[in-house]
């Protein structure tokens, strides 16, 4: 009696399991999503300490100058594009549009208080190509008091 040849289904069963799986490249299958997420990617990354500036109770008439410190800690050129004010009394100002990986620049708000009465509340919204955060917004708060007259 001859033998029989083995089961091509068993022997495929017996290499895999003797076989060592290469990884996936990446980007290709479902396992590769969260690893694919954590990876650093060549990119600018804007890092801003406050989300919120409140002035507290201050006279009506002055004028408030407060900076932040924008850092791109990214690895690739920070550009803003735009500040975006819907308002007269605030006003912004950018020291640089371009920040280098590493670096950092400020951005001065002035608020002019001259006719304001009570709670106030302004959102400024910059714009930069920070792909996590296209779009960082400022919300300005305080309450103006009047000054009252001396007779």
């Not at 801003?48 to 002055?62: H, I, L, P, T, Y």
């Not at 308002?87 to 002019?112: E, H, M, Y």
Request: glycine share 8%.
């Amino acid at each position: 009696m001859s033998q029989s040849a083995p089961d091509a289904r068993q022997t495929l069963s017996e290499e895999h399991r003797n076989s060592t799986v290469a990884p996936i490249a990446s980007g290709t299958g479902p396992e590769s999503t969260a690893a694919d997420s954590r990876r650093q990617v060549d990119a600018p990354q804007l890092v801003v300490d406050e989300r919120e500036f409140n002035f507290g109770a201050r006279n009506e008439g002055e004028v408030i100058e407060h900076a932040l410190i924008l850092r791109n800690t990214g690895t690739v050129p920070l550009v803003f594009s735009q500040i975006g004010l819907n308002c007269g009394w605030v006003s912004a100002f950018l020291g640089d549009k371009v920040v280098q990986p590493g670096d950092s620049t400020n951005l001065t708000i002035l608020a002019r208080l001259k006719g304001r009465k009570g709670p106030q509340k302004q959102t400024l919204l910059l714009t930069s190509n920070d792909p996590q955060l296209p779009e960082y917004a400022l919300t300005i708060t305080g309450t103006v008091v009047s000054v009252e007259a001396t007779p």
